[in-house]
């Protein structure tokens, strides 16, 4: 049975304005009051990988580690600031992105209800997905880019989805089930670097040491999407870098990414895209 927390937030939309990984903070650094003053403008999202550092909640006269594992969910009006401490600088995933209820564009004291501060031991987990979702808006933006849409879409579901965890004020996965996370999240990454490897989901689950029917189920609770599904899009995605960007025939890149027929490979790929890849690679790669 559906939860009133997941009931809620399927209303909810998210449109990014900025999504990157940081720079390492300087040692001592400290942004102030005023920075996040002048900087929290729109919703924005922290995870720290890497790092000491302290924030300091005067609002609630409070004080919270800052450490690998942290989630910061910010919005404007926060009496806070932030510090580095320790050897080792901090380092973070953000986000700044606004908030809608279908069409409507909504006001801070309107979005969904998520605590500043938040931590979790599926560190792993929490890094990859937030990964894809940079690597997905990434490819959006490219120049030439004449896409569908669907990475914008992937992304704030994987995005929509860690927040509703952080909403439930609980691990993505139950604490036995942390290695499950972890295995299924080396098989995703292997696929994505190398979908030629994979000829079938059953490949994928091997890899992650789960039968087929037990790696379906993970997949689908973990990234709301079938292996079968993921394992199209990492083929095409990787076509279609490979006929932007090189000289390769379409039946070599159909090769190259796994398929054993050029026939296939060309259905699949207008299916996903909705235009064939000669037409794609017509196009042209953008001037770098």
Known sequence: MQSDIEENWQHFRFRFHRAACSEDWP???LLSRDWFERVLVDFTFWFFFRGKGVLIDHTNGISHSLHPGVCLCMRPGLDIEASQSGSEPLKD???HLSVFRGDTLLSPKEWPEVPLYSETDNIILYEQVLKRVISLLT?????GYNGDGSEILSAEFLFKGLL???ARK???LAEGNHHQGQMITTALSALYE???RFSSVEDLAEVSGYSSSHFRALCLKLTGEKPKDLLVKARIDQAKKLLLYTDLT???IAEEVGYESIYYFSKQFKEVTGITASAYKKQGAPPR
């Not at 490819?139 to 120049?143: A, D, W």
């Open 27 to 29: 040692k001592g650094h």
């Open 93 to 95: 995933f953000y986000f």
């Open 139 to 143: 490819e959006q933006s490219l120049p």
């Open 164 to 166: 509703l965890d952080i």
């Open 170 to 172: 609980k691990e993505p």
């Open 194 to 196: 190398n979908p030629k």
């Open 250 to 252: 379409i039946g070599m």
